[in-house]
């Protein structure tokens, strides 16, 4: 021990301060190094967190995902398989009526007026018209061959319509003596290179000889059209008289006008048709091995030298199968198949594996762009936990090792706290909760935050796409389905007779939201008679749209037949009432005018009361007594109404979209608002006076919501026409 002057070294006063300088030193030292441990831990542990909750993220994607896919690419590939079987049905329908109608004709051939078919005339390209073709060895003048020539012809009326109605390529007659009848718009394309008419044997054909040994209603297999050269599929139908073939009815069908209907570009799904041979007869695809080709160069898909494909085709053409992953040239794809009905044949929904994916893919992104946020926040966080360590190395050598030690405790536990809470979290916990130990006031707070919101929005995100996903896939695909189905089966061209000057009509519809069922009809039943109809489906969705379809060609088809307004909806009303499982109702207002006299006969079938203005005056509703709706009861008997319009009348006939539109304060728009718009011009032509009653009831709802479909029909009646 030293003494200089009044300063005394290696005393216990110098011990004392060295002791305790060097007990400042070791804590500050200590602390240090347990920061700098807690802080690489926790970066470690923030990166090992990272990864666990995009392998999470993935897990819980990929199997909400494979679930959206295995219901909802089922119930998919299910409902367009129906839709599919439908265009097929359709054909089918159009031959068996022309073939009854056949079938009368040759059974009673005397009763028939001779109707005469003329030649493809090639000015007529586009215009749906009747034109025969014979064999070579065929002559028109014999007789006989002209008294066939006179029968088949009473078919053409039947075969036009059902070409305008129908979606199909052409509908014929052929006949063993060489006689064959077509009707399409393409009169050009029975013209060969040096101007004259083909020379057409169909007895070579092979739907004809199908036909005639199957001795039944056959589908042909896919070929190159001979006029046209487009890929083509036929259904045939033998009519028989007294034992002996007479005649083979029959309809095509182009199938890449079928394809272009079988991918939905924006859900990247599309579909294909294998018929029971393994052979690709429908799709979008035009090229590698799911492109469709004639019967004659098609894979049976059995045979691939893919073993997924071939396997997975030899289980579709037996049964349903459930989502199958397959690999083929181009890329990995889920796919499902059911059989149709009507033809056997099995509809494949295919979508790419890379877009299901995609949800996960993005996920991890947004995660990925949450993790580096975090990242930065923490490297702040570090910077400033360094200054204040550093200012804590001032206070406790100023404050002594009790002050030291506190501070350095309340800076490290909230760390310790959250390294442990950190790493405790896994695939099955991704939640990390704000607890009181981390509210310190500082970046220690800033950092548990964080966490607390990079861990929220992940679970917020993760649930999000799981719920939306399924939900939009399932809605979406109903409502844009039955919207589809509700605007297809209406008339949509106008002016709709560009030929009849008597009157003037025009119809809308202004499809909800949520689709219903309305639906407007008009049609010619003969020169001299038109039928309007408007009605209504109870209920919502792709079942009210599709009882719609059917309720319309039923209505339809007994007009054509003959029967009257009250005669029509009686037998509709025994057909829906069989099957009505679900138990829809249809409202209809039906009539039938005479256009050379204006005469008419309606029907009110629990339907809106129509609207008639008669020349000079204004607009009234035309109330009588309603009989009940259609589909209701078995039996229904429908009492008629007759009426009379004069030259310059007019008729408008509505659904219930119209008085139930409904503004924001729940009121409805009612027949006397409709009323006043239509009077507003009361002389206005049919499809201004439609635009009036719209813009009125925009005006009165001012932008609320529409629940129901707004359907309306308008004719304005001018009388017989001098030519």
């Not at 991704?430 to 509210?439: A, C, L, T």
Request: glycine share 6%.
């Amino acid at each position: 021990m030293k003494k200089i002057q009044n300063y005394v070294i290696g005393g216990i006063k110098q011990k004392i301060f060295n002791l305790v300088l060097f007990t400042i030193i070791l804590i500050v030292a200590a602390y240090s190094l347990m920061f700098l441990y807690q802080t690489k831990s926790l970066s470690a542990l923030s990166e090992k967190t990272s990864r666990e909750q995009r392998e999470a993220i993935s897990v819980i994607s990929r199997q909400t995902m494979d679930a959206v896919i295995d219901t909802n690419l089922k119930e998919r590939t299910k409902l367009q398989a129906q839709i599919a079987d439908g265009v097929f049905q359709d054909m089918k329908l159009v031959v068996e009526l022309v073939g009854d109608y056949a079938g009368m004709l040759f059974a009673a051939p005397d009763a028939y007026p001779a109707v005469d078919v003329a030649a493809p005339d090639a000015s007529l390209n586009g215009v749906v018209s009747a034109q025969l073709l014979l064999d070579a060895g065929t002559d028109p003048e014999d007789p006989k061959i002209a008294e066939k020539i006179g029968l088949i012809g009473n078919m053409s009326g039947l075969m036009c319509s059902l070409y305008e109605k129908m979606q199909i390529s052409s509908c014929f007659a052929a006949l063993p003596e060489g006689i064959f009848m077509v009707v399409d718009d393409q009169p050009r394309a029975k013209f060969s290179r040096n101007g004259s008419v083909y020379n057409f044997n169909a007895r070579e054909r092979h739907w004809y000889k199908l036909a005639a040994e199957k001795g039944e209603l056959v589908f042909s297999d896919v070929y190159y059209d001979t006029f046209t050269g487009r890929i083509e599929i036929d259904c045939a139908l033998p009519v028989y008289q007294e034992g002996e073939l007479a005649a083979v009815i029959g309809a095509s069908l182009y199938l890449d006008s079928v394809s272009e209907n079988r991918q939905s570009e924006d859900e990247g799904i599309y579909y294909l048709v294998l018929n029971d041979q393994g052979q690709v007869i429908i799709s979008p695809e035009e090229k590698g091995t799911l492109k469709v080709n004639v019967s004659s160069d098609a894979e049976d898909l059995r045979e691939n030298s893919n073993p997924e494909l071939a396997d997975f085709v030899s289980r579709a053409l037996k049964d349903s199968t459930d989502v199958t992953l397959v690999h083929v040239e181009d890329g990995t794809y889920y796919m499902c198949s059911t059989i149709m009905e009507t033809v056997r044949w099995t509809l494949v929904s295919i979508v790419s594996k890379e877009l299901i994916d995609q949800p996960t893919v993005v996920m991890n992104e947004q995660q990925e762009k949450i993790q580096k946020g975090a990242v930065e926040t923490f490297r702040n966080t570090q910077f400033h936990l360094t200054n204040i360590l550093r200012l804590v190395v001032i206070i406790i050598s100023l404050l002594g090792v009790a002050s030291a030690l506190f501070l350095a405790q309340k800076i490290i536990e909230p760390l310790n706290t959250i390294t442990k809470r950190v790493a405790s979290l896994g695939i099955r916990n991704v939640r990390f909760k704000m607890e009181d130990v981390y509210r310190t006031g500082d970046e220690i707070e800033v950092l548990a935050e964080a966490f607390s919101k990079m861990s929220s929005r992940t679970l917020r995100y993760v649930d999000k796409i799981r719920t939306v996903t399924a939900e939009k896939e399932r809605i979406g695909a109903e409502l844009d389905m039955a919207r589809k189905i509700q605007v297809s089966q209406v008339p949509r061209l106008f002016p709709a007779f560009p030929t009849r000057r008597e009157f003037d009509l025009y119809a809308s519809m202004s499809p909800a939201k949520e689709v219903g069922g309305d639906f407007y009809d008009f049609f010619l039943i003969d020169d001299d008679h038109i039928c309007l109809v408007m009605a209504d489906v109870s209920g919502k969705g792709v079942p009210a749209a599709l009882f719609m379809m059917v309720s319309r060609v039923l209505i339809k088809t007994h007009l054509q037949s003959g029967q009257t307004p009250s005669e029509a909806l009686y037998s509709v009303n025994n057909q829906l009432c069989e099957s009505n499982e679900a138990d829809f109702f249809v409202t209809v207002w039906l009539a039938v005018v005479q256009i050379s006299t204006g005469k008419g006969i309606a029907v009110n079938a629990g339907h809106e009361h129509p609207v008639l203005r008669r020349a000079g005056g204004k607009y009234e509703l035309v109330i009588y007594r309603h009989a009940p709706a259609v589909a209701v009861m078995e039996g229904t008997m429908f009492r008629e109404h007759d009426f009379e319009m004069h030259p310059g009348d007019s008729l408008f006939v509505y659904t219930d979209g119209v008085a139930e539109a409904t503004d924001a304060n729940e009121e409805l728009y009612g027949t006397t608002r409709m009323l006043e718009a239509l009077n507003q011009d009361p002389d206005a032509d049919p499809k201004t006076t439609l635009t009036n009653v719209l813009d009125g009831i925009n005006e009165f709802v001012a932008g609320a919501e529409q629940f129901d479909d707004i359907t309306m029909l308008c004719m304005k009646y001018f009388g017989p026409q001098a030519d």
